[in-house]
């Protein structure tokens, strides 16, 4: 939840749904980490490639026509598109020889320095707004 004295900061319209902190009796506005939608893209476009092993991804159970899948398949895409743009990962990786390969290959395995995950998921279910499911 943003509370109503920093909502404006977020540049969205004022129509946007309002909740009540059921710790604090504060009313503010439902917002969401961008990471969690993100996540959520990346595992369907992930399942959406093995259509053998999840024969009932969600569009099988509510019987969305294959234009509104590929819908939020694209906006998955997009959206991870304007992410990985956005934030654009600047470290480099190296090529080595590979045994029993020609040429030399890419290491992917360069060292990052990370955002503690972990923490950021407590800290949502922490400060999530109980039964309210959008």
């Given at each position: ?80 598109r304007m992410n990985l743009m956005c ?12 045994e029993g390969k020609e040429g030399y ?15 950021i998921k407590d800290w949502a279910n ?9």
């Amino acid at each position: 939840m943003v509370s109503m004295e920093d909502f404006p900061k977020l540049q969205k319209p004022a129509d946007a749904l309002q909740v009540t902190d059921p710790k604090t009796g504060e009313t503010g506005y439902r917002v969401g980490l961008e990471v969690f939608h993100q996540l959520h893209c990346l595992n369907l476009l992930r399942m959406s490639t093995y259509p053998d092993y999840y024969p009932k991804l969600w569009w099988s159970d509510t019987n969305d026509k294959p234009e509104k899948v590929r819908a939020h398949l694209d906006h998955c895409i997009e959206i991870l598109r304007m992410n990985l743009m956005c934030l654009s990962d600047v470290n480099v990786f190296t090529f080595h020889p590979q045994e029993g390969k020609e040429g030399y290959w890419p290491d992917y395995e360069s060292h990052h320095v990370c955002r503690n995950f972990d923490k950021i998921k407590d800290w949502a279910n922490d400060n999530a707004m109980p039964d309210l499911d959008v």
